[in-house]
């Protein structure tokens, strides 16, 4: 089900955002000076080592933590407006299905939380699952169902208010390769029918540069944005196995990787400067 | 099953689990009345199985009526104890404070003789009424219950807790979705732990005087007498009386768990 | 400093409470025990004289001076002398040393019922024979009701007598004591001996080690985060057991006499009958903070529990 694309919409928009924890041993800066914007429909990465601060940021950005300093924009509104008007959806490493209901009582359970009746949710859910192609699994319970599965299930949820904004954290990281790679095209497919905006954590450079528009690189310590690549692979590009093997993909990984370390790599493969 | 499980097939397993402990009560029984009908030990004291069987069936009457009233008052008693059991951890889930200032007072319930409550109760209330027998078998359930249901209303995981956030979930919604399934494994391990709690201290509270009837006091008056045979007919019954409200309590916790995840477990 | 190193520090240090949290929680707590306290007062001010009788049946106690005392004549009482008889002791001396009775026979207890239920439960672990033909027994025996133990055990004792020496009554009340307390040590001890993470038993596994190797490095240190509560439970069942036996055997010297006999006193002094019950809380507390000792001194083992 495609949704027209607000076209002037900004989707998200943080400026200065810092973030610092009190820990025993002190204060950690997890977050500083973050300033990012994801136009509306557009699919963003934030890539970057342990402790730079990604997953703080969605929190942020999800209204599951506030800000120290600076400030975030959802569509125009607080985060904290966006999540009770229930702007967008949120699908966390770990897929966190309720393990007492079944796969289609877990997809429907935003739903149901927001008072849809019970017609029109047992429609949606249905459409959901044919989506992520698990129909014939909607009256299984989570641990009858393998990691990709659940994962599966959990993505579909996030999906079912039509949300103009995805938040993921790491939703692959829990799986193998083959699988991985699967639900990268996946995902692809289905964010691109419903036009949802993403923010999408990652620590994998293949899959940020085979799923986004733009490639946001993270440092730690303190926790700060470094560098923005732009893909431009393009909407119009299918996202299949065929684009992981073209000149361009490698090119994009490749400067992508050295905006991570911060050093140049030459084409032999050996760092320069 | 790896090499550290030990070799011994499923099959092979299975049946022993049900013939051991049948061989062993056979084997104890056959010690038993060894012991007293051939031997002599203790015929006095130690009746043999054939004395006792007899005094079941000579009483049956009797142990039934007593049977009824141990066991409505630890039945009122678990259900009573059980309600304020759950009612004190939902609030004490809620409101730290009211958790810190009921925790000694719980921990002290749980390593006290709550029998020594007993004697006064049953000053207070009349010597009478049941229901200083009652109020001790509810206070003996209510230990369990509710340090199981506080366990269990806080073992959502953090991932669920900021799932229902993203939903914008109100309280009620976040405790009738997340918290209340949560937690019913654990409420009703505590109802199986204080049911067989509830039995023996209703029973046990009978020896500390009160109304004539029960179990406990039908114990204890035959001992008095040296009417030995007949005690432990009386012991027999409050074996059953126990066994039979565990069971039920076990069935509960089947029955919800199924409830809960269709049989899928 | 690397991130590594400033998190391996970070999980060393312990995680005290900063002293004021502590404070706080201390005196919640008292603050608890007086809301009790007050309950009480509140009630018997507010209560009818007859108490709530609901059906035919009193619910509620009646509320006067004779069937409730006030908490402060409680605690009074306690100072008083014992009995109207000349020199007597006052009340909390004599209830002291009645607890203290019941204190060392119900540590006789649970040490003979700890042996007897770690021995069980070992016994089950090492051998599967064991577990399935004990166990449902050991789980039955709980049912049996203490009573039926004691004129038993009692009269055996008395004819025990070993070159000259007697069988003390004592002896009999520590006996059913144990009987109470044995039954969450075997538990206890044959499900920690059995938690060990597979991981471990196929190293042991791997380095050719005995069963009894086995036992020693891996089983016994894994069961202590599971013995540890069960001994604490086998201290609170000794001591129940204890108060329960020394009724049912008559028994002169403990808690458990005197907390029927100063009952039956009530009538005509309702304050005393409440001085054994604050003995045998006392004792309850007293038996369990003992154990708790043991926990401390075996707190390495307890490094890998959960909280």
Partial sequence: MSETINGDGVAVAANGVGKTFDTRSGEV?????????????????????????????????????????????????????????????????????????????????PLELHGTDRAARA?????????????????????????????????????????????????????DEMTRERMQAELSRIVGESGAAVVFVTHSIP??????????????RPGRITGVVDIGIGRDVPRDEALRETTAFFAKVTEVREALHGTPVTASGREGR | MSVVDGVRS???????????????????????????????????????????????????????????????????GLLVGSAVGVALAAVAARLRWIDQMLAPVVAGLAVVPIVALAPVLNSMFGADSEIGRRTIAAIASFVPVFLNTLRGLRQTTPLHR????????????????????????????????????????????????????????????????????????YVGASILLGLGLYLVTVALERLVTRLLTGGAR | ???????????????????????????????????????????????PDDGVVVAGTRVLPRTTDLAMPHTWEMV????????????????????????????????????VGTLVGVGLGLLMQVWRVAEHGLLPWIVLSQTVPLIAFAPVVRSWGARIEIAGWQWPPWLSVAVIASYLAFFPVAIG????????????????????????????????????????????????????????????????????????????????????????IFGAIALGLVAAGLVGLVGVALRTYRRGEAS
């Fill in chain 3, 76 to 111: 009074a009482r306690l100072l008083e002398p014992t009995t109207s008889q000349a020199g007597a002791a006052p009340l909390w001396l004599t209830v002291a040393q009645a607890a203290l009775v019941s204190l060392a026979i119900a540590g006789v207890g649970w040490v």
């Fill in chain 1, 123 to 175: 429609a949606r859910v249905a459409e959901l699952a044919e989506l992520v192609g698990l129909s014939d699994f909607a009256d299984r319970y989570p641990d009858q169902l393998s990691g990709g599965m659940q994962q599966r299930v959990a993505i579909a949820r996030s999906l079912a208010e039509q949300p103009r904004l995805l938040l993921m954290d790491e939703p692959f990281g829990a799986l």
């Fill in chain 1, 207 to 220: 899959e940020a540069v085979f799923l986004s528009d733009r490639v946001v690189v993270m440092s730690p």
């Fill in chain 2, 10 to 76: 499923p099959r092979r397993d299975r049946t022993l689990r049900l013939v051991a402990p049948v061989a062993v009560g056979l084997l104890g029984l056959a010690v038993w009345q060894l012991l007293v009908g051939v031997v002599g030990v203790s015929a006095h004291l130690l009746p043999s199985p054939s004395e006792i069987a007899a005094e079941w069936t000579a009483n049956a009457g009797p142990i039934a009526e007593a049977a009824w009233i141990t066991g409505v008052n630890a039945v009122l």
């Fill in chain 1, 29 to 109: 800066q997890a977050l500083t000076g973050v300033d990012l914007r994801v136009a509306a429909g557009e699919f963003v990465s934030l890539i970057g080592p342990s402790g730079c601060g990604k997953s703080t940021l969605m929190r942020l950005l999800a209204d599951l933590d506030s800000p120290s300093e600076g400030t975030i924009e959802v569509f125009g509104k607080t985060p904290a407006q966006a999540r009770r008007d229930q702007d967008y959806g949120i699908a966390f490493q770990q897929a966190g299905l309720l393990p007492w209901r079944t796969v289609a009582a877990n997809i429907g359970l």
């Fill in chain 3, 189 to 276: 001890t044959l499900k920690g001996l059995q938690s060990p993470q597979r991981t471990h038993l196929e190293l042991m596994h791997s380095y050719g080690a005995s069963r009894w190797q086995t036992l020693r490095s891996v089983r016994l240190p894994a069961a202590v985060p599971y013995l540890l509560p069960a001994l604490r439970l086998g201290a609170a069942s000794a001591v129940i057991g204890t108060v329960v036996a020394e009724v049912s055997t008559g028994y002169l010297d403990g808690i458990g006499r005197q907390l029927v006999a100063f009952a039956g006193q009530a009538s005509g002094d309702p304050a005393k009958a409440w001085a054994p």
């Fill in chain 3, 1 to 47: 400093m690397t991130a590594d190193a400033a998190q391996v520090l970070r999980a060393r240090r312990p995680r005290a409470r900063s002293r004021a949290a502590r404070v706080r929680v201390a005196l919640l707590g008292v603050l608890g025990v007086l809301a009790v306290a007050a309950a009480w007062e509140l009630y018997k001010a507010l209560g």
């Fill in chain 2, 162 to 233: 900021d799932l229902m956030r993203s939903y914008a979930a109100t309280g009620p919604q976040t405790l009738r979705t997340l918290t209340l399934p949560t937690a019913a494994p654990y409420v009703l391990t505590g109802l199986r732990v204080a049911s067989s709690l509830a039995v023996i201290s209703a029973l046990v509270a009978e020896y500390f005087g009160g109304p004539r009837g029960g179990l406990g006091a039908f114990i204890s008056t035959s001992a008095a007498t040296s009417a030995y045979a007949r005690a432990w007919a």
